[in-house]
């Protein structure tokens, strides 16, 4: 652990998921991991999320980071504002007698905010990985969907109209902004690459595709599958590993057959650290066919192994985790994807050498520069006194 902050704050993260959660993602990675260097830099962090069956109500991470897990999948909204006002009177885990009470908020909208603004007298930074417009119609009906938008885009930036923001992309902070948000209250603070050392991992003899994330529909897992059934003729011996979990699993299965390539793609399910690293490292090409990242986790975690990776054009953060023609290919639509992913897997020298280039931009981002650049946001918001939400008094703590 680095020497204790000068000014130590206890900073409570709410995030509806953790890594732990079977559901959890790259933005749930974030997270813990800024969390952790918080506290190595001398902070006390807590973690509020939802409930499940692989962790207990309350642990600490390897890390230091305190978890509480409160509520559902829709109640840990409301668990965590009455767990925090249950604090303000003294009862509970925020309580002065358990871990104490919090000198600050980083509030996660992963499309739905917690609105903390409207119940803590606490300065809040808004964490937002990327904007859910096109995400909305994919994950929810029509009606719901316009009521998502709705509080993502008009609600939330007049809740947190005086807070900062922090995202993880420059394609974010230019959505916020277009949301109304000002410049200069949206700081860039970007992932870390993971360590994905794996020792001795040879490449697939066969060509090989790996498609690495959640199993939902805005992944767009199908466009993987549909390049697997296009290259079949010409790649005979193609394969294509689809690594995690998620609810949308039986109908990619389904579609896989419907292409006729089951015998070609394997379901992994979950897997861990080590497995994702040795498939990541072993594979041909990686695919990230998402509608939309805020970063791209797992592109970067493929070129730490020297791994170039596919993915679309305009999905936010991926044109800045991907350098397109150096480190991978971005698609214009499908047909040029799977045109895309043809000449990666043809093309062993051009495909080499955009893998060591990979590595080499993969190298640049560290945990530990995104954690010295987010606790000097910490630093600054817990400095300034509270204030409610109609106050009319401009911050004083924005970073240049």
Known sequence: MEAPAADARHVLFLNWRDTRNPEGGGSEVYVERIAGELVRRGHLATLLCATHANGPNEEITTDGVRILRRGGRHTVYLRAALTYLAGALGIGPLSRRRLGRPDLIVDVC???????????????????????????????????????????????????????????????????????????????????????????????????????????????????????????????????????????????????SDLGVVDRVRFTGFVSDREKAELLASCWVALTPSLKEGWGLTIVEAAAVGTPTVAFRGAGGVEEALVDGETGLLADDVEDFVARVRLLLTDEAYRSAMGAQARTHAARFTWAISGEKFAALVTRAAKVPARTPTEQVKPSYLLP
């Open 110 to 256: 992963n499309g739905l905010p917690f609105l903390s603004r409207l119940y803590a007298r606490r300065p809040v930074i808004a964490l937002v990985h990327h904007v859910h417009r096109e995400q909305w119609p994919v994950v929810l009906g029509r009606w719901m969907a316009r009521f998502g938008w709705w509080v993502e885009a008009w609600l939330a930036p007049r809740v947190y109209r005086r807070c900062q923001y922090v995202t993880v992309s420059a394609a974010t902070r230019s959505e916020l902004v277009g949301l109304g948000i000002e410049p200069d209250r949206v700081a860039i603070v970007h992932n870390g690459t993971p360590d994905m050392a794996t020792g001795q991992v040879r490449r697939s003899a066969r060509p090989s595709l790996v498609v690495l994330g959640r199993l939902v529909p805005h992944k767009q897992v199908e466009v993987a599958l549909r390049a697997l059934a296009d290259l079949a003729d010409e790649l005979p011996d193609l394969t294509l590993t689809v690594a995690g979990q998620g609810w949308w699993e039986p109908q990619l299965r389904t579609f896989a």
